[in-house]
Nanobody
Framework: QGQLVESGGGLVQPGGSLRLSCAIS????????VGWYRQAPGKQRELVAM???????KYADGVKGRSTISRDDGMNTVDLQMNSLKPEDTAVYYC???????????WGQGTQVTVSS
């Protein structure tokens, strides 16, 4: 299994922007999907965005149009740019990757994003 390490979380005011980054140990090419999930207090973990080696990325309805996921295969990173942040975006954000070989899931430790004035 690979190691996923998130960075970029923090406190931001409503309407602000934040860029989350996930550093993946080894090669990102061993994954057929990488992306971001989030979990707010008292709620289930939910998909935010997913990117694939080919084809369109997938976004949750609540962030569509405000967020952009990208991957850098040379740097083995996957980033999430979030704009026009709302208090309801407050959550712990987790980097996720699905192993191509066996379909197993790798997760990062999470990074807190708090949107508040």
């Amino acid at each position: 299994q690979g190691q996923l390490v998130e960075s970029g979380g923090g406190l931001v005011q409503p309407g602000g922007s934040l860029r989350l980054s996930c550093a993946i140990s080894g090669s990102i090419s061993r994954y057929n999907a990488v992306g971001w999930y989030r979990q707010a207090p008292g709620k289930q973990r939910e998909l935010v965005a997913m990117i694939f080696p080919t084809g369109p990325s997938k976004y949750a309805d609540g962030v569509k149009g405000r967020s952009t996921i990208s991957r850098d295969d040379g740097m083995n990173t996957v980033d999430l740019q979030m704009n026009s942040l709302k208090p309801e975006d407050t959550a712990v954000y987790y980097c996720y990757a699905r192993n191509l070989r066996d379909g197993s899931d790798d997760w990062g430790q999470g990074t807190q994003v708090t949107v508040s004035s």
